[in-house]
């Protein structure tokens, strides 16, 4: 694992738990809705599925409910570490630039209005940071 990939997963964590949050709406509204007949498949006699048609819809509810919740429990565990690993570096510039591109996941040009640098000056001290994070 990089030291991009590793100060990235705060905020890839958190985009998890977004998408998971966008899915449950979506299987919750499909087990809400009454599915129509279906004329255009080719029927084929077998067994009959004795489970409802929404069945299938908030068992994957409930699975990715689960996951939510335990993303949410390791959120702060993961925004811990890495505030430990920025917190380590001597230069105080650095681990700024750090927790503004990587926890508050900002642009470079908001890190850089905020920091009262330029862009490049910026981008510099996040290169050298990276080179100086040890994980």
């Not at 991009?4 to 977004?18: D, N």
């Not at 498949?41 to 939510?68: C, H, M, Y």
Request: aromatic share 8%; hydrophobic share 40%; with cysteine.
């Amino acid at each position: 694992m990089t030291v991009k990939e590793y100060l990235s997963r705060y905020h890839k964590t958190k985009q998890k738990i977004e998408l998971l949050k966008q899915q449950v709406e979506e299987y919750m509204r499909l087990a809400n809705s009454i599915p129509g007949i279906n004329f255009d498949t080719i029927r084929v006699d077998g067994t009959k599925s004795l489970k409802a048609p929404f069945e299938k819809w908030i068992q994957k509810t409930l699975d990715n409910e689960l996951l939510i919740k335990e993303l949410e429990r390791k959120i702060p565990i993961i925004k811990g570490e890495i505030i430990t690993v920025i917190e380590v570096l001597e230069n105080k510039h650095y681990g700024m630039v750090l927790l503004h591109r990587y926890i508050d996941w900002m642009t470079w040009s908001e890190i850089s209005n905020k920091l009262y640098c330029s862009v490049s000056t910026i981008k510099r001290w996040h290169k050298n940071a990276l080179n100086l994070v040890i994980i």
